[in-house]
């Protein structure tokens, strides 16, 4: 028996397998309640508004700033350059200014189309990079929700400066700290969903596993490529923490609406809470977050809604819904989580031939909700 063999046989031996029972039976102390976000009011800006743009895009130069030395100081695979934030402004505040928040495993790249969409309809736009992302491997596996939180609420303030009202939007893991946000701050004035990460398809069930001590630093390959704008490994740390943000969204919406019927579904009830314009884009086909999950969701929100997806549902989908909410079926063909918000990524041989479509829609509920002229 050689060295290797019998390091591997020492993973099974009865006191490393009392450690990992042990580790189970701490998960509930690693997936604890997540703690109270600082929340920084925002700035009156009617007097000066010109002196507040001023500001925040001097804060957002410097938060730029500070994320590219931090990408070229632990960038491990390269140069990881293009997972920096950007900011789309206008000369001047416009009447309403969106953050973006990216999804797991991502960064600001995935937002960038978006922004130029949001730009296009006289939105000034403002994306961060969340932390653990655009670095390394090592990072995510240290990472907590509440820095992703953190992060948001430095994203607002920013957005808050460059714009009187504020639209908060985000993909996947970004989608679900943008449904966290709009809990926590009464001023937002509109929801932009993408994916968002409301329930894990199939296996939502057992991602608490991924809180153990023991096995939150195990990292798995995916089917991407490497590339400078997304982590090709997928640590269980992060997919632990997006758990906590899913479940803390949830236990906000349950303890919000305390005449809820028992047995209501928990995604309905989350939707109930939601009280603005809300924009939601998904794909059928998504094996990252479920379909139904985001449906459900969607059609409980009681503000204008609407729901544009991709590909064939595996079951009839009521119409009208509940909400009244409009449903846009922009293509048959279902697309792949990453590929959603993107027209195309040259990085991972992904192209989204229905973008434009995405974009009419996306535009007209902007122009309908939102427009950038009084």
């Given amino acids: 028996m050689d060295r290797r063999q019998a390091e591997r046989l020492t993973l099974i031996r009865p006191g490393t397998a009392c450690l990992i029972v042990l580790g189970v039976l701490t998960l509930v102390g ?33 938060y730029r700033q500070a994320k590219l030395d931090l990408i070229h100081a632990r960038s491990d695979e390269g140069d990881r350059t293009p997972s920096a934030p950007i900011a789309l402004l206008h000369p001047t505040r416009t009447k309403y200014a969106a953050l973006l928040i990216h999804g797991l495993n991502d960064s600001a790249f995935y937002m960038a189309d978006l922004a130029a969409l949001l730009y296009m309809s006289g939105i000034n736009v403002i994306t961060i990079l969340l932390p653990g992302h655009g670095t390394n491997i090592a990072d995510m596996r240290r990472v907590t929700a509440e820095q992703w939180r953190s992060e948001v609420e430095a994203g607002l ?54 809180c153990a001590p023991l096995l939150g630093e195990i990292a ?20 632990c923490q997006l758990k906590r943000i899913m479940s803390h969204n949830a236990h906000y919406a349950a303890q919000a609406d305390s005449s809820a019927v028992p047995g209501t579904d928990r995604m309905a009830v989350m939707g109930e809470q939601i009280h603005i314009p809300t924009f939601v884009a998904m794909t059928y086909a998504d094996a990252r ?28 989908v009521p119409q009208p819904l509940p909400n009244g909410a409009v449903l846009l079926s922009l293509a048959p063909e279902g697309l792949r989580h990453s590929n959603l918000v993107r027209r195309s990524n040259a990085y991972n041989d992904e192209f989204n031939p229905y973008f434009d479509r995405l974009a009419d829609a996306l535009t007209g509920f902007l122009a309908t909700h939102f427009r950038a002229d009084p």
């Fill in 157 to 210: 303030l920013m957005t808050h400066l460059v714009g009187e009202r504020l639209l908060v939007g985000g993909m996947s893991l970004g989608g679900a700290l943008a449904i966290d946000a709009t809990f926590r701050h009464s001023d937002i004035s509109g929801l932009l969903l993408f994916a968002p990460a409301l329930e894990l398809r199939s296996v939502d069930g057992l991602t608490w596993l991924t």
């Fill in 220 to 239: 798995t390959e995916t089917e991407l490529k490497e590339s400078p704008v997304k982590y090709k490994k997928r640590v269980a740390n992060g997919v």
């Fill in 289 to 316: 977050v479920s379909p139904d999950a985001i449906l459900k969701f969607s059609a409980s929100i009681r503000a204008p809604t609407t729901i544009a997806t991709y590909g064939v549902p595996d079951a009839v």
């Fill in 30 to 62: 690693c997936a604890s309640p997540l703690k109270p976000v600082t929340i920084t009011p925002a700035p009156e800006c009617g007097i000066q508004p010109q002196y507040c743009f001023l500001a925040g895009r001097a804060q957002f130069e410097a």
